[in-house]
């Protein structure tokens, strides 16, 4: 009993600072994005339950043996006033700690819930008063705008993608039909959920870096499997093109987002045809150094589609998921099994 | 009859478009005309349009503080809070501004670019 507070806590330590930030630092997740998202999520989940198992089995070890035992004491001190001598001032305050974790846990993933659903549905009322529907798409509208905006609304039945004036006027055909089928793929694989998961995982932790770093690893690694939905059906250049132009269309910078104008095709002219290819692409990586998360996200993007690598062999890929599995199994073998023997 | 979703977008429309508060009464009337313009069976739906739905739209889309009540006259006039080109404005401005729960909320095709990448970006479209 002793000695599993302690594996946990060691557990809940590695998993809540170098797993992350070697695994945010490592380049093979753009080579295989679903399986790399199932490590985030086996990652936060053995985290978090490691967290709240080590202070429970520690604050519990006085009264019990395992933890359904010490669990047993424990609702007898509460419901039927059983003495609480055996119990000192740190098991108290472990215990303590245990229980506001989880409630505070619980409570932010509802709330952001809520707020992540109110903001929607705002928009949705507004979407449903200024936008048009699209003629070319289902579930598909339109709003009036000359930024090339382009972005998807979840939302059950009720999902929705948008485009703008000044993305339609920009993009070919082709282009517009990689964005949607992008678009698509965040809908029909449920992206939302995860989004919704590690933002409320940041927003409860957000002392903890790495909580940041997940946030932002899951946001690029959407992305990736929502290209290679779109690459399934146009071509890559096709991709890289409707992402730059967007990219570099006054949507991308804030302060000239709201309102201003665009010419489409303005950017071919700009573009200076002598420049290497590869040469663009170092100025790219290197501009994503320095940039915040979102820029990253479409730095990797482009640069994972210039520059494709292999997916991560069979065997590699069967790894991770068999750590992903033990990462879950661990802290759960730990709480459980004791009380299973004893 | 039209569903209330679609008579809501009819009134803004009105609303937006009239530029000054209107009664229930007018809004009902311009939605009977403009249904009959577009012809055949919706001209006649439009005409059995009552006030009192009229009224419910308005005060749906009074909480969702799209339009205002003036309250000192009888009939009450209604009238759009903002333009529509002002809440285009707010729309965008959610999408592509950086509220902490904006990735959450909606997912964009393109996140947000530094000048320098945009520029990048750019170049990159000469090549391809």
Redesign the interface.
Known sequence: MFWTSYLLAVLAIVLAWPVPVFLSRASWPARSPFTAMLLWQAIALAGGLSMIGAMLVYGLEPIGDNLISGLRGLTAMVLFNAPTTALGFWHLFALSAAALLTAHLVFTLLL?YY??ER??RR?R??????AAPSADATRTVV???D?P??????GGARSVT?L?DGLMAALEPAELRA?LS??NA?LSQR??LL??AF?AWRQALPWLPTTRLA?EAV?SL?EMLADDVALKTESK?TL?????????GP????AA???AGMAPGS??A????S?H?GL??A??EA??GA?????R???SR?SRLLSPRPQLPAAARGMVLAGCALLLALPTALLIVPGLLG | MASLGELERAVMDLLWAGHEAATANTLRDKLATTTEAKGDTAGHEGKELAVTTVLTVLSRLEKKGLVERERGTRPHRYQAVSSREDHTAELMHEVLGSAPDREAVLARFIGSVTDSEAETLRKLLGHI
């Open positions: 952001t707020r992540i903001q929607r928009h009322e507004l979407l449903a008063l200024l709003i009036s705008h930024s905006v382009a972005y998807c609304l979840p948008v703008s964005v992008h678009e965040h992206h939302h989004l919704w933002a946030q946001n959407i250049a890289i093109k409707a992402i730059a132009i967007v990219a570099s949507a991308g910078g804030m987002g709201i309102g950017m071919a700009t573009a200076t045809p420049a290819p663009a692409l100025g790219l501009a994503g940039a915040s998360g979102s820029a996200t479409t730095v482009v």
